[in-house]
């Protein structure tokens, strides 16, 4: 199947600095790539829908100036944690829209927050 | 709205024994339907989907699930449970005219010896 990559796996941060996670779809362009955040235990939420060239689409609720999505490419979306916080501690995976209907996930950017 | 419910957080089964994790949709228009399997710290594995076709999906790994629209059920089925299926299931539901996915609560399943 296809692969997306996600970059890093792990990071560990102080409160109020930026984090930077990486989504790349390896062998397939993906004109929407998904993120998703997840709480221990608990299911995925939809956070953003990454469309390449132009803006990303916000869930309720989800703060656009701290998640600031980027999809410039057909194979890159990056979500950018602003001035980090420990409550946005979290799982956060990233997918990419495929064909019939698909989505590929990475593996997940388990971020910590000191 | 559309929304999937999976009935059981937590079931346990011997190996080789019957595997059925349950999920329940609710959507007034035709569903596409999706069963993904996430191990320890990692992302989300496609086992099967229903796009409308065959009412019975095959997916990897020996899994299985059908589709039964009188019963607004796609529960997913295993004959014979492996030690390597421990892990989470989540079943989801496409969004209708759209690419977005809606999870279920997810059940963990755990196989013992």
């Known amino acids: 199947g296809a692969v997306v990559s996600q970059h890093p796996s792990r990071v560990i941060c102080k409160s109020g600095t930026s984090v930077k996670i990486e989504c790349r779809s390896l062998?397939?362009?993906?004109?929407?790539m998904f993120w998703y955040r997840q709480f221990p235990k608990q299911s995925l939420m939809l956070m953003a829908t990454s469309n390449e060239g132009s803006k990303a689409t916000y869930e309720q609720g989800v703060e656009k100036d701290k998640f600031l999505i980027n999809h410039a490419s057909l194979t890159l979306s990056t979500l950018t944690v602003t001035s980090a916080h420990p409550e946005d501690s979290s799982f956060y995976i990233c997918?990419?829209?495929?064909?019939?209907?698909?989505?590929?996930f990475g593996a997940g950017t388990r971020l910590s927050v000191l | 709205a559309q929304s999937v419910t999976q009935l059981g957080s937590h079931v346990s089964v011997s190996e080789g024994a019957l595997v059925l994790l349950r999920c329940n949709y609710s959507?007034?228009?035709?569903?596409?339907l999706f069963w993904y399997v996430q191990y320890p710290n990692q992302g989300l594995q496609l086992l099967l989907k229903?796009?409308?076709?065959?009412?019975l999906v095959k997916g990897i790994n020996g899994f299985e699930a059908e589709f039964k629209k009188s019963e607004t059920s796609f529960h997913l089925t295993k004959p014979s449970a492996h030690m390597s299926d421990a892990a989470e299931y989540f079943c989801a539901v496409r969004i209708y005219n759209t690419d977005k996915l809606i999870f279920g609560t997810g059940t963990r399943l755990q196989v013992f010896p």
């Open positions: 062998d397939f362009q993906a004109t929407t």
């Open positions: 959507s007034s228009v035709p569903p596409y």
């Open positions: 229903y796009t409308s076709a065959a009412t």
């Open positions: 997918s990419a829209g495929a064909a019939k209907n698909i989505q590929y």
